[in-house]
């Protein structure tokens, strides 16, 4: 018997195949009938969690957005300083456990229908406004200098987010170590003393 709890089980099950699949075949390339044959289902059997591919885009792009905000309401009592790091370490991390929704996720945005955008763009929007507020929050208590909070949050975005291109897992580094790298740039610079 199939419960709910199965039911969604499942359906995350698919989505992590699917998300693993788009990342190694492409989004545009795979069709419904490979998302099936992948997860060792018949494609009517696939329609019984979703009712097409991009539904499946969708739950992606919903399950690493939410994966983040998850990862970054445990660190609201950090200190500025700290917070931040997590944040570039929570994406990095995410690199190397969701490697799919990582690249679903920065490339077919524009592929979701208009309603799904929409949806996304709430939660991508709140995720920068809580980001934001971490390094105004540092502005206010001196820990950072006197920065734009929101271009430095972009700063801090590019930063994270390109490393999907060319992270290696086997590459010797880290998620934590090329955070803390890469967050050492972002607090020091390239100047010497």
């Not at 059997?45 to 690493?64: G, N, V």
């Not at 500025?80 to 370490?89: F, G, I, N, Q, T």
Request: glycine share 6%.
């Amino acid at each position: 018997m199939v419960t709910a709890v199965n039911a969604d089980r499942r359906r995350r099950e698919l989505i992590a195949q699917a998300a693993e699949l788009f990342d190694r075949a492409g989004y545009h390339t795979t069709n419904v009938a490979a998302l099936a044959e992948a997860a060792g289902l018949r494609k009517a059997t696939l329609y019984h969690y979703f009712t097409s591919k991009d539904e499946i885009l969708f739950w992606i792009h919903d399950e690493f957005i939410d994966l983040l905000v998850a990862k970054e309401s445990a660190r609201r009592s950090l200190p500025p300083v700290d917070a931040l790091r997590e944040v570039m370490v929570d994406v990095l991390e995410l690199m190397r456990t969701h490697r799919g929704h990582v690249r679903v996720f920065f490339e077919h945005y524009r592929e979701l229908s208009p309603e799904h955008r929409q949806t996304i763009r709430r939660k991508r929007d709140a995720y920068e406004r809580t980001v934001e507020s971490i390094v105004r929050r540092g502005v206010e208590s001196g820990s950072f200098r006197d920065v734009d909070p929101r271009l430095t949050t972009l700063a801090v975005f590019g930063m994270c987010n390109w490393a999907y291109q060319w992270y290696a897992a086997e590459g010797g580094l880290s998620p934590r170590e090329i955070a803390e790298r890469f967050f050492d740039l972002l607090l020091n610079g390239l100047r010497e003393g």
